[in-house]
């Protein structure tokens, strides 16, 4: 079988691994802990960097660090991982779903002010939404695929609002804003070194920031929120942090980002310069402002063919290569079906057309050639 995303463990992770052993150093204290925060922040351009258990933990941190208060709103787009929307859940809030763009699929700018304009008012400085009074306490952006939205007009918004922006870039890191690093664009930006993200620690995260205060308090509630070693804790603090053993496997694979990021990118241009015949189909987008991650490579079947997403990857499944559909929006889950939305002409149409293909880091020529031949295949067969 070509699996979909596998971790590529080709470095140093198993060298790192055996020093957390000999060293004993083996739980959340560690030198590759301090060096994943350090690493990471260099990565990103980001002054400081606390490790943490997932991204989705990383999120509830920094949504905690924002001021996310329960029965408050969070506004998030649509289309999105699950995680995006838990993480405000466990922060006993609820998300306010948005449509995304056509042409970077994030959250869409003008959707966000529209909202904003026509759905609250601000009510002593703060923005009260109007059919729930409930009060909307921050933007969560995601960064989708490793495509970074439109942040001057998503960061004009939220200033203008007085709302923090928190960065759901789970699987962005790498990707490149107007040239620049992305771990300024956010007051808070949250990765994901799950097992299928470009860079993994097997399980894991990091949340970045600029705001030296705001960041030490994501550290202190990370860590049950101790204040002393007698065992004092001044507020309700978390077991989050990540261990040295995720950590030594994620400086291992820091090291290999930018020859992981060109394989990323070489597998989708492969995929789109070999189908791109094809008329059924179209490919991932990618902005002007935006040097993506490339996190997936895949296709989108167009709006008017019979083909569909199930038959291409049952196809596919026969001839062993693993393909699959990708997330289906929050407003259709069930936890977040009463949550509130705005029309979602975008995101209902596209996300049941996307077909996610092989893309792991140590993909071989050989198998990117026959994920081809056969999507080549299964299509001019279709097609007669
Ligand atoms: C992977 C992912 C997450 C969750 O990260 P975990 O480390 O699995 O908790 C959150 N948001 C998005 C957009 C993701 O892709």
Redesign the pocket.
């Given at each position: 079988m070509i699996p979909l995303a596998v971790p590529n463990l080709s470095g140093n992770e198993r060298e790192y691994l055996n020093q957390c052993i000999d060293t004993t150093f083996v739980s959340s204290v560690g030198e590759f802990v301090t060096r994943l925060e350090k690493d990471t922040c260099k990565r990103t351009g980001a002054k400081y960097g606390v490790a943490v258990?997932?991204?989705?933990?990383?999120?509830h941190l920094a949504l905690m660090a924002a001021g996310v208060k329960a029965n408050e709103l969070v506004i998030i787009p649509s289309f999105?991982?699950?995680?995006?929307a838990n993480?405000v859940a466990h922060c006993g809030a609820i998300p306010w779903c948005m449509d995304i763009d056509q042409e970077s699929w994030t959250l869409d700018p003008a959707i966000l002010q529209e909202q904003l304009e026509q759905e609250t008012s601000v009510i002593d400085g703060q923005v009260i939404h109007s059919s729930t009074g409930k009060r909307v306490a921050a933007i969560m952006p995601?960064?989708?695929l490793g495509n970074v939205p439109d942040m001057r007009k998503i960061r004009g918004i939220a200033e203008h609002y007085n709302l923090p922006v928190i960065a759901?870039?789970?699987?962005a890191i790498g990707c490149t804003y107007h040239g620049e690093t992305i771990g300024e664009l956010a007051d808070f930006t949250?990765f994901?070194?799950?097992g299928?993200?470009t860079i993994t620690c097997g399980?894991?995260?990091m949340v970045v920031g600029c705001d030296k205060e705001s960041m030490d308090f994501v550290r202190h509630i990370s860590t049950t929120a101790r204040v002393s070693a007698e065992y004092d804790h001044d507020v309700v603090g978390y077991n989050y942090r990540m261990t040295n053993l995720c950590a030594a496997v994620g400086c291992a694979q820091l090291e290999q980002l930018d020859s992981f990021l060109l394989c990323k990118r070489s597998t989708r241009q492969f995929y789109k310069q070999e189908l791109s015949d094809i008329k059924e189909i179209s490919f991932f987008p990618e902005t002007s402002w935006c040097h993506s991650s490339c996190?997936f490579s895949g296709v989108v079947l167009n709006k008017n063919t019979e083909i569909t997403v199930k038959e291409v990857c049952a196809y596919l499944k026969e001839h062993d290569i693993e393909a699959r559909s990708f997330?289906k929006p929050i407003h259709n889950q069930a936890p977040y079906k009463n949550a509130p939305r705005s029309d979602m002409d975008v995101t209902n149409d596209i996300w049941s057309r996307i077909i996610t293909l092989p893309c792991s880091t140590n993909i071989s020529e050989d198998e990117r050639e026959t994920v081809v031949k056969h999507m080549r295949y299964f299509f001019t067969k279709a097609i007669k």
């Amino acid at each position: 079988m070509i699996p979909l995303a596998v971790p590529n463990l080709s470095g140093n992770e198993r060298e790192y691994l055996n020093q957390c052993i000999d060293t004993t150093f083996v739980s959340s204290v560690g030198e590759f802990v301090t060096r994943l925060e350090k690493d990471t922040c260099k990565r990103t351009g980001a002054k400081y960097g606390v490790a943490v258990s997932s991204g989705t933990t990383g999120l509830h941190l920094a949504l905690m660090a924002a001021g996310v208060k329960a029965n408050e709103l969070v506004i998030i787009p649509s289309f999105t991982f699950i995680a995006t929307a838990n993480a405000v859940a466990h922060c006993g809030a609820i998300p306010w779903c948005m449509d995304i763009d056509q042409e970077s699929w994030t959250l869409d700018p003008a959707i966000l002010q529209e909202q904003l304009e026509q759905e609250t008012s601000v009510i002593d400085g703060q923005v009260i939404h109007s059919s729930t009074g409930k009060r909307v306490a921050a933007i969560m952006p995601v960064y989708t695929l490793g495509n970074v939205p439109d942040m001057r007009k998503i960061r004009g918004i939220a200033e203008h609002y007085n709302l923090p922006v928190i960065a759901d870039a789970a699987a962005a890191i790498g990707c490149t804003y107007h040239g620049e690093t992305i771990g300024e664009l956010a007051d808070f930006t949250v990765f994901s070194f799950n097992g299928n993200k470009t860079i993994t620690c097997g399980g894991g995260g990091m949340v970045v920031g600029c705001d030296k205060e705001s960041m030490d308090f994501v550290r202190h509630i990370s860590t049950t929120a101790r204040v002393s070693a007698e065992y004092d804790h001044d507020v309700v603090g978390y077991n989050y942090r990540m261990t040295n053993l995720c950590a030594a496997v994620g400086c291992a694979q820091l090291e290999q980002l930018d020859s992981f990021l060109l394989c990323k990118r070489s597998t989708r241009q492969f995929y789109k310069q070999e189908l791109s015949d094809i008329k059924e189909i179209s490919f991932f987008p990618e902005t002007s402002w935006c040097h993506s991650s490339c996190w997936f490579s895949g296709v989108v079947l167009n709006k008017n063919t019979e083909i569909t997403v199930k038959e291409v990857c049952a196809y596919l499944k026969e001839h062993d290569i693993e393909a699959r559909s990708f997330w289906k929006p929050i407003h259709n889950q069930a936890p977040y079906k009463n949550a509130p939305r705005s029309d979602m002409d975008v995101t209902n149409d596209i996300w049941s057309r996307i077909i996610t293909l092989p893309c792991s880091t140590n993909i071989s020529e050989d198998e990117r050639e026959t994920v081809v031949k056969h999507m080549r295949y299964f299509f001019t067969k279709a097609i007669k």
